[in-house]
């Protein structure tokens, strides 16, 4: 007979695995299909969730978040866009709830090969980018890669997970499988173009090269890192434009907190609050910065809460696993410029959810 906890442990791998390559190629609609899976497993893996009992600090905030984003979406001018999200994001509550669900419900799994799922996830969906870019027709994000996640910038952001767990497990093994892995994924996030993905990427390698003291041949390979990064994105990264554009958008959502500073205008509402010079050509759907974009959608007591759970899952896992840690912080940091979408949404969740099981010792080796 099938051992139930094995069954939700491929269950889980499967979904890890395959829910960044999937996406609905008849409308252009990348984030539907995506969506509709978080919806199911996080429904199936929480409903077969653990008994262990919840850290208070775990329970509260995520009793808050849902509070709070539930207020936000009744409130909002639009009920059903707030809840479900549009066809194009479906970054409604619906989603954050479907999260949070799969925090407190992802099974028991060996943490080695946790992170041999990240990394297999990262190069394909990395190949899949490529591929994809090779026989696009049209030239969208100025030539940068988005593949099956839909924008170059939430790829950029998923990588700058998978690559670090790559680029941890070859520094530990050196293992020319994972070297391998850590090229095509290095390869695929240069071509994303995403800034804050690459530095966020390499902080926080140093800092765990420095940290764990490796040696200086170690040190020096990743020290050369930052300049050939340079050599790639050197437009991008002194493209005043992009730098003037953002502190606009920044300083329009804090004028749009201001006015409703407590449940915000409901997720995926920022296009109706933000304004934009008429000098700005596109349509400003996100704030592109984590925190601000919450603000902006749910308001200031739901960032707040969100940023205690941010802080406290950083805690628990550099306590208890740091290579867990450090992959959490270069998701946080290349999130500090950009927006979440729904792969970077169950990163972040499953980080959450490691990080609820580690603090009552039940994930610990």
Same mark, same amino acid.
């Given at each position: 007979?099938?051992?139930?906890?094995?069954?939700?442990?491929?269950?889980? #791998?499967?979904?890890?695995?395959?829910?960044?390559?999937?996406?609905?190629?008849?409308? *252009?609609?990348?984030? !539907?299909?995506?969506?509709?899976?978080?919806?199911?497993?996080?429904?199936?893996?929480?409903?077969?969730?653990?008994?262990?009992? &919840?850290?208070?600090?775990?329970?509260?905030?995520?009793?808050?978040?849902?509070?709070?984003?539930?207020?936000?979406?009744?409130?909002?001018?639009?009920?059903?866009?707030?809840?479900?999200?549009?066809?194009?994001?479906?970054? =409604?509550?619906?989603?954050?709830?479907?999260?949070?669900?799969?925090?407190?419900?992802?099974?028991?799994?060996?943490?080695?090969?946790?992170?041999?799922?990240?990394?297999?996830?990262?190069?394909?969906?990395?190949?899949?980018?490529?591929?994809? =870019?090779?026989?696009?027709?049209?030239?969208?994000?100025?030539?940068?890669?988005?593949?099956?996640?839909?924008?170059?910038?939430?790829?950029?952001?998923?990588?700058?997970?998978?690559?670090?767990?790559?680029?941890?497990?070859?520094?530990?093994? !050196?293992?020319?499988?994972?070297? &391998?892995?850590?090229?095509?994924?290095?390869? *695929?996030?240069?071509?994303?173009?995403?800034?804050?993905?690459?530095?966020?990427?390499?902080?926080?390698?140093?800092?765990?090269?420095?940290?764990?003291?490796?040696?200086?041949?170690?040190?020096?390979?990743?020290a050369i890192l930052p300049i050939i990064s340079l050599f790639f994105i050197s437009d991008r990264i002194f493209a005043g434009q992009s730098i003037l554009t953002r502190i606009e958008i920044y300083s329009s959502a804090i004028k749009a907190i201001i006015k409703t500073p407590f449940f915000g205008s409901g997720f995926e509402h920022v296009q109706n609050v933000l304004m934009l010079p008429s000098s700005y050509t596109m349509i400003a759907d996100r704030v592109h910065q984590l925190?601000?974009?919450?603000?902006?959608?749910?308001?200031?007591?739901?960032?707040?809460?969100?940023?205690?759970?941010?802080?406290?899952?950083?805690?628990?896992?550099?306590?208890?696993?740091?290579?867990?840690?450090?992959?959490?912080?270069?998701?946080?940091?290349?999130?500090?410029? *950009?927006?979440? *979408?729904?792969?970077?949404?169950?990163?972040?969740?499953?980080?959450?959810?490691?990080?609820?099981?580690? #603090?009552?010792? !039940?994930? #610990? !080796?």
């Amino acid at each position: 007979m099938l051992d139930s906890k094995k069954l939700q442990s491929a269950l889980f #791998s499967c979904f890890l695995v395959l829910t960044p390559l999937l996406f609905n190629p008849l409308d *252009g609609s990348v984030e !539907r299909v995506k969506f509709i899976v978080l919806c199911i497993f996080s429904l199936i893996f929480y409903l077969l969730k653990r008994t262990d009992k &919840i850290n208070e600090i775990f329970k509260w905030t995520i009793v808050l978040l849902i509070f709070f984003g539930f207020i936000s979406t009744i409130l909002s001018q639009d009920i059903y866009l707030a809840f479900w999200g549009s066809p194009e994001r479906c970054f =409604g509550f619906a989603a954050f709830l479907s999260a949070m669900m799969l925090a407190l419900g992802i099974p028991k799994i060996d943490y080695k090969s946790l992170i041999n799922f990240f990394i297999v996830s990262g190069t394909l969906s990395t190949l899949a980018a490529i591929i994809l =870019g090779i026989f696009s027709q049209d030239s969208l994000f100025e030539g940068r890669i988005s593949g099956t996640l839909g924008n170059p910038n939430l790829l950029g952001q998923f990588l700058a997970v998978t690559l670090f767990f790559g680029i941890y497990r070859f520094i530990e093994k !050196r293992n020319k499988i994972d070297l &391998i892995h850590v090229l095509i994924q290095a390869f *695929g996030l240069l071509l994303s173009g995403n800034r804050a993905s690459i530095f966020a990427l390499i902080l926080v390698t140093i800092i765990y090269v420095i940290h764990t003291k490796k040696s200086w041949k170690v040190i020096s390979l990743f020290a050369i890192l930052p300049i050939i990064s340079l050599f790639f994105i050197s437009d991008r990264i002194f493209a005043g434009q992009s730098i003037l554009t953002r502190i606009e958008i920044y300083s329009s959502a804090i004028k749009a907190i201001i006015k409703t500073p407590f449940f915000g205008s409901g997720f995926e509402h920022v296009q109706n609050v933000l304004m934009l010079p008429s000098s700005y050509t596109m349509i400003a759907d996100r704030v592109h910065q984590l925190f601000l974009d919450f603000a902006v959608m749910a308001g200031i007591p739901f960032t707040i809460t969100l940023i205690v759970l941010s802080v406290f899952t950083l805690i628990v896992l550099f306590k208890k696993q740091p290579v867990f840690g450090f992959a959490f912080l270069a998701l946080l940091l290349s999130l500090q410029v *950009g927006f979440m *979408g729904i792969v970077n949404l169950i990163q972040f969740s499953i980080f959450v959810g490691l990080a609820i099981g580690l #603090s009552h010792t !039940r994930f #610990s !080796r």
